[in-house]
């Protein structure tokens, strides 16, 4: 009579649940890899350079030296200007401009942020109506106001909102960025003075390019 024996049954049973429990961790391993690599977030970076540009300066700021400490500008009738900071890339990763923050330090610490979804206050600037949608950010040469990203040969302005002129022979002609709510102040940037400027991916709060910048005298 011929007998069946199962003896070697149990030991390969094993080493197959082995081999399929190897494999379901190593799945579940990679696929928290994959989640975590792909939840990272990539900061471009860019060559970029920063012209100031002056269309017009001038009018007269008088200030009130006591608590809040308010400052007025004052214009001819129907005075508008189109000043600021150009950013030209010249090299790197494509950028949006709704993507960014422009952050602008002077030699004297103040410091000013401006996000591309920032509106400018109607009340106090003198871009011409409609510029830049009401916002700071403006892609140069682009087709329509939609077109905000970029690329590498691109320029886009960053549009200061009033300006004045206390001096003569533009000495102390000064650009203004004061965005309503920001920071709970304005960013003065005078002739001949030194200005530390970063252009910040929204997302990552990293740098997407920086440099410094020397305000002429105009």
């Not at 890899?33 to 970076?45: K, L, M, S, V």
């Not at 010249?90 to 103040?110: A, C, Q, R």
């Not at 871009?127 to 106001?145: C, E, R």
Request: proline share 5%.
């Amino acid at each position: 009579m011929t007998r069946m024996s199962n003896d070697a049954v149990s030991p390969v049973v094993g080493v197959m649940l082995m081999l399929v429990v190897t494999i379901i961790i190593a799945a579940v391993v990679s696929a928290f890899a994959g989640g975590f690599g792909g939840a990272q977030q990539i900061t471009p970076h860019a060559t970029v350079t920063a012209t100031v540009v002056i269309d017009n300066v001038t009018g007269t700021s008088t200030c009130v030296n006591v608590a809040p400490f308010t400052c007025t500008r004052t214009y001819p009738d129907g005075f508008t200007a189109k000043n600021g900071i150009m950013f030209e890339s010249t090299g790197g990763t494509p950028f949006n401009l709704n993507s960014i923050i422009v952050e602008l330090v002077s030699d004297s610490g103040t410091t000013q942020t401006v996000r591309g979804t920032d509106k400018l206050d109607p009340d106090h600037t003198i871009l011409p109506y409609g510029t830049a949608n009401g916002g700071y950010f403006l892609k140069i040469g682009n087709i329509s106001l939609s077109d905000t990203v970029i690329s590498p040969g691109d320029r886009f302005m960053f549009y200061a909102d009033e300006c004045y002129d206390v001096s003569s022979g533009g000495k102390s002609r000064t650009l203004m960025w004061g965005p309503k709510g920001i920071n709970g102040g304005h960013m003065y940037l005078s002739a001949n003075s030194r200005t530390q400027w970063y252009i910040l991916d929204i997302n990552t709060q990293r740098a997407i390019a920086n440099g410094q910048l020397l305000m002429p005298v105009w």
